[in-house]
């Protein structure tokens, strides 16, 4: 998958090769094939596209310095690695991996931590070769070393110094024949002439490595730039092998790509003021390596929703259905946007819960909550509403919605504390006596739009369910009323209303 990680890297080289005029190149590097997937090639595109992050060059449409998978550029890495055993850069080494995992040991227990390769194999004999191979052993191919040190001048980091006494010699070629990630993007870094890698900080160690095979090789040497990490909030690493953080899952939330777009710019970049709206257009504009901070950033969902709720109230209203639509027929809560009312719900839906919504993946446990013929109340609020007055208030409240042949446009803020009046209850304790009734809750939308939402049914079964359980005096253990398959009945009232009270039937 995408991590937004690596969602990160690409907007970056995104913005500054629009900003320079330069070129954005996408080179699948593919050569782990325990971890290589087909489908996982046309994530990557997907998610890309879908971040609109359009690429110049690339696998699926070409380029100058095709191909750009390097499972494609295989003959080109064994003349290159041909090459570096012919000058004497690079050597077989014959050592099993039980070999190998004992000098890591030995070393261990001299209590060296950042363990490397002994080189026992870099002074072998032509006879000790021959000896190897006759016994059956198979060769990797490791890159000797020299004594001395590499200075990256990172565009991000400043300089950086690595002794090569702590890198020690590596692999470029597995036993198996196949060329490892450091002697691959060397190559292919300098054979499709890239000016500048930038690139996550995990990936700073590998530049010293592949700045080695360059010079070894007599190839172009790009320009580095290493962006700090993004983190979680105890301030790890933000994996992608134990984090549900792939740009897919993200978009599968309902996160639009703007928000994203404007998260992940922010995440290590800043623009130099409080700013934190942008389109991509923006962001090329003001975008700068000069402004990408050192140090790791905190991936904050919490912010991330905020910006997801911003980008989804500035939606046309008709896209924003659209897309709601798409996610319940999705989730199996709407078969017909066609349907009467379907589209006229969604509207007032919308109107009630718009700002409750940060994601579109938000608005699903709102709808079934609405759809279901099932309220939950705990003990206390259910106590609250054991009232003879109050349960005569919602009885009233029921046979007005019964008698009433459309629910929208109800004067509500008048006619509901009118017949609560009649039975000596306070507009404020009714309203939160009916919001309690219909939704298990005191506070929510305005009535006049909750009401239509519901529907006759719901309403009446609701208020039907809730006061046919207090009237029957079953216990204030929490609860949750479903239909049984049978009808509501209305409630009878012991004793009517105030005189001049509605007639509760």
Known sequence: MLHVGGARTALFNYLLARK???SFVLRIEDTDESRNRVESEQAIYDDLRWLGLRWDEGPDIGGPFAPYRQSERTSLYAMHAARLLEIGAAYRCYCTSEELEADRHEQKARGIEATRYSGRCRHLTAEQRAEFESAGRHSSINFAVKPGRTVVEDLIKGRVTFEHETIGDFVVVKSSGGPLYNFTAAIDDAMMEISLVLRGDEHLDNTPRQMMLQEALGLHRPLYAHVGLILNEDKSKLSKRHNTVGTDQFRKQGVLPTALINHLALLGWSPGNDREAFTLDDLVHDFTLERIGKSGSIFNETRLRAFNARELRALPRSEYVAMLVA?????????????????????????????????????????????????????????????????????????????????????????LPAIADEFGIKK???????????????????????FPLLGHDRILARIGQISSHLLHGRGLEPIAFGPDGKPFETIQPSQPPKAGGPATG
């Open 20 to 22: 320079t005029g330069g």
């Open 327 to 415: 996610a319940m027929q999705q989730a199996g809560v709407l078969a017909d946007p066609n349907e009467p009312g379907a589209l006229a719900w969604i509207e007032t839906f919308l109107d009630a819960y718009g700002e409750e919504i940060h994601t579109i993946a938000d608005a699903l446990p709102l709808i079934q909550k609405l759809r279901d013929l099932t309220v939950v109340l705990p003990a206390l609020e259910l106590e609250r509403l054991r009232n003879i007055q109050v349960l005569f208030y919602l009885d009233s409240v029921s046979q007005y919605v019964n008698s009433l042949a459309e629910l929208r446009d109800l004067p509500l803020s008048k006619t």
């Open 428 to 450: 404020k304790d009714a309203f939160q006596a009916i919001r309690m009734a219909l939704m298990g809750e005191l506070h929510g939308p305005p009535l006049p739009l909750l």
